[in-house]
């Protein structure tokens, strides 16, 4: 396609070389950004992988591709999103909207049925003291809503993240594996 007299690629083209050249979770970040920003999706990328059958990577380009999620808004979500489903938890939804009629903010990404939700929190969350009083007030409305926010920072280990979210399900009487 062009794009300002500049032949580029299409974005699903895009999508369907990223997932089969790169590694898997490199792969997915770079996606989950993409799906953000032009809103292709993972079926119109998979009609390349039928247009095209003999492509090198196709096995793993599929894989990447059916994890990709629009939803996430950094490559530090899509690192938790990931981890959750390397851990054996079920697919999750994200940018869930909690609200209480008045007031709404969402959740990076969760579980509806137990109310578990999970947030990254980058540096800028503690570092900016507008966010920091912002955090509060989000956090008190989640938890008025019923659910259970747990917060992730980059020094959080995935046994850490894992073994948090277990509990998380654990309180509310689920078992996620």
């Not at 997915?28 to 390349?48: K, N, P, W």
Request: glycine fraction near 10%; proline fraction near 5%; aromatic fraction near 8%.
């Amino acid at each position: 396609m062009r794009i300002n007299g500049i032949l580029v690629t299409t974005p699903e083209r895009t999508a369907f070389d990223l997932a089969r050249h790169l590694p898997r979770d490199l792969a997915i970040q770079h996606l989950d950004s993409l799906a953000r920003a032009t809103g292709v999706t993972t079926a119109v990328a998979l009609m390349l992988a039928e247009k095209y059958p003999r492509a090198r990577g196709i096995p793993q380009g599929r894989l990447a591709l059916a994890l990709m999620d629009a939803g996430a808004q950094s490559p530090k979500e899509t690192w938790l999103r990931l981890v959750l489903i390397d851990g054996g938890f079920p697919a999750l939804r994200t940018q869930i909207l909690v609200t209480d009629g008045t007031n709404e903010a969402f959740l990076d990404m969760g579980y509806d049925e137990p109310m578990v939700g999970l947030d990254y929190e980058g540096a800028h969350h503690s570092q900016n003291r507008g966010q920091y009083v912002y955090d509060i007030g989000r956090a008190e409305l989640i938890d008025r809503q019923g659910w259970i926010d747990i917060r992730v920072v980059a020094e959080h280990s995935r046994g850490f993240v894992l073994h948090r979210t277990r509990e998380a399900f654990a309180r509310r009487g689920y078992t996620p594996i």
